[in-house]
Each structure stands twice: as C-alpha cells, then as structure tokens.
C-alpha cells in the first residue's frame, strides 16, 4: 500500500492525519494485559497503544480523530459512519479508525529509532512548535479540553513525533541520487481519436460490434485519417467524430500499451501519427508537445520520491521486525465517532 506521504513535500506529516489521513505499512497486533482498564483511572491517561518505548494515550488519539471526525461529516454528513464499503459488512467508521491506527503506528515506531540514529530537534524546532501548539489549542475551547483532557503538552507532543520523524526520513535519505533527465521523465502531451469497436445501449452497457459494424468501424477509422491528413485543425476534428469524450492525455514512457507507444513517442511536435488499431479500436494521435514542462518536472520530483521511498522502506521493514506493537483491543474497540462527540462508548453487557 502506497502511503500518502510519497505525494507530499514532506515525507511524514502525521499532523496531516488531523486534517486528511493516510495509510501505512500495518503492524502485527499484540494484546496489552488485561488489567489495563482497571489499572487506569483518569480516561486522557489511558494508553491506547505502546510502540516499543513509544506510547500513544486517550487523550492523542483524540486529538486526531475529532478533527477527522468534523472533516469527514462536512463533506459526508453525520450518518456516514455505520455505511457499510464492502460485502463483508466493514463500516465507515471502522476503516477510518484502521487507517488512523496505522498512520500513528508509523510515526511511532518511526520517532522510536530518534535516539538510535542521534536525531533531536533543535531550539529553534522546539520553540516553532511551541507556537504551532498554541495556536492549535486557541481553536479549543475550555469544554473540550476538560471532556477530552487536551493539554498543551498533548499537543506539542504531537508535532514533535511529525517533526521528528520527517527528520528521520530526510536524514535516511540525504544521499539518495536527485538528478532526474529530461528523457526519463518525458511527459507528452497529444490529441487524439478514438474510432471505437463497440457502443452502449440507453441504460449505458457496452454493447460489441456485429462483424459488419467491425466493418463499417474501419471505413470509418479509414475516412478519419484521410480527413486529419487534410485539416489545420485537427482537435476540432477530434472534438466531431471522436468516440472518446476526453481527446487530449499527457503520457510518459509504459503508461500506454506498445502498440500505441511505439506509434507516438517518435513524434515531434506538430505530426500526426498513423491510424493505431486495438481491441478498444483505431486511435489517431496529433503530438501537442513533446516535452510537457509542468507535466515532466511533477514526474521527476515523484521519481525522486520513489527512490527515497526505497531506500526508506529497507530500514523501516526492519524496524517493524525489531519493534514490539501493543494494543489495548478491549479499549479500542470502545472508541466511537458516532455521536456529538466522539470518545469511549459503554462496555455492551
């Protein structure tokens, strides 16, 4: 599973999680001792989940999800919880507790390794988040901070684990190679038409071409490129007869089949290619440019990614080897969304 971090500038933001989640590698689950609840008094003092040294208590977890909590009813409304994404009956609700689960696992056991590689934060880190930390609790208001137990401390902790671990990251994958050519990352820009070999009924099903539509396809395919070969304006051509509602793509080497990739990457800016036949049916391709700008450096800087991610990945699978995950299920699966507010829902008898 691709974690979010590869598409970000900052490799790992987990306080991104309070605003837009993620996913991560998963980690084995290992019951905490039963007496944990018991041992427990103050609800924000409860330890969720132990990563090595690292633990994560109530009153983070909580942190995390209400903001996720109001992000997800704004766009989703307040029933979208109990709505059920698969056959097997998971809930909304319990996928996003999984993938918020696995976001903080990581940045745990990410920031556990700190003291292994000799990697703080500087006072000047600290005292940014000293302010990023009162800022974010101006948005609270008294109330919530005693029904949840938020403190500043909380808070702050918080943005030391990302911090943290974005150090990590860039420190692990200072020496990964950046020089990324024009060439590797081409990204190309073209028009095109579509002579498809099938249609659609009213109800919107494919229907497949009888061997004299096939036919009739082909002549058509035929007509097109004649006319194209004739036109100063071929993407007005494209927008009359084309078969596909989209007549332009950008594209970079093996995003396309062969057939069509041998027919285009050749092209200079300005040519026509030849009429392409497929299963889908005959494509006709006019080479906008050759070499898109934003198209091609956005590529390069994923490539970069991929090599960093690489590199990261190798000591990361280790460490999950190496590190210990507990969590307490018994209060896991007491944390709720649902509701006005989110926290522990009552132990059903």
Same mark, same amino acid.
């Not at 974690?3 to 490799?11: A, N, Q």
């Not at 056991?109 to 930390?133: K, M, N, P, R």
């Not at 109330?143 to 990251?169: H, R």
């Not at 498809?196 to 007509?223: C, F, I, M, P, S």
């Given at each position: 599973?691709k ?9 790992l ?39 090595g ?7 983070? *977890? ?17 029933d ?7 056959a #097997?009956?998971?809930? /909304?609700?319990?996928m996003l ?11 745990? *056991? ?26 974010f609790? @101006? ?13 500043? #401390? ?8 990302? *911090? *943290? @671990? ?12 950046? #020089?990324?050519s024009d ?46 070969l ?17 007549? #332009? ?13 041998e027919?285009t ?25 050759e ?24 000591? /990361? ?33």
């Open positions: 599973m974690r979010k971090w590869k598409k970000t500038s900052l490799c933001i987990l306080v991104v999680v309070l605003f837009f989640g993620g996913c991560s590698k998963k980690n084995e689950e290992k019951d905490t001792p039963p007496t944990l609840l018991e041992e427990q008094t103050k609800p924000q003092d409860m330890v969720i989940m132990t990563v040294t690292q633990k994560l208590t109530y009153a983070e *977890l909580m942190l995390y999800l209400r903001s996720r909590k109001q992000e997800i009813e704004a766009l989703y409304g307040t979208i919880w109990d709505y059920q994404l698969d #097997e009956g998971t809930t /909304y609700e319990a507790k999984e993938q918020i689960l696995n976001d903080l696992i990581y940045v745990k *056991l990410v920031c556990a390794q700190a003291g292994f590689l000799g990697i703080t934060l500087t006072e000047d880190e600290l005292l940014d988040i000293d302010e990023y930390s009162a800022s609790l @101006a948005e609270f208001t008294e109330q919530d901070m005693e029904y949840y137990g938020f403190s500043k #401390e909380t808070v702050k902790g918080i943005y030391k684990d990302n *911090l *943290l @671990a974005n150090k990590i990251y860039e420190s692990l994958t200072l020496n990964v190679d950046t #020089e990324v060439e590797e990352a081409r990204q190309m820009q073209f028009w095109y038409i579509l002579i498809a070999k099938y249609g659609y009924d009213e109800e919107g099903n494919r229907l497949e071409y009888t061997e004299e539509q096939l036919e009739e396809v082909k002549k058509r395919a035929t007509d097109t490129y004649e006319r194209a004739e036109t100063e304006d071929f993407y007005s051509l494209a927008r009359e007869v084309s078969d596909d509602n989209d007549i #332009e793509i950008i594209v970079g080497r093996f995003e396309m089949s062969k057939e069509l990739e027919a990457f050749s092209l200079k800016q300005g040519e026509l290619s030849q009429m392409v036949e497929n299963e889908k049916g005959y494509f006709l391709f006019y080479c906008v440019s070499l898109e700008e934003e198209s091609t450096n956005a590529k390069k800087e994923e490539i970069i990614k991929e090599r960093q991610e690489k590199v990261f990945d190798e000591s /990361y699978r280790a460490w999950q080897d190496e590190t210990e995950v507990k969590i307490d299920k018994q209060l896991w699966e007491r944390v709720t969304l649902k509701g006005k507010d989110i926290g522990l829902k009552e132990i059903e008898e």
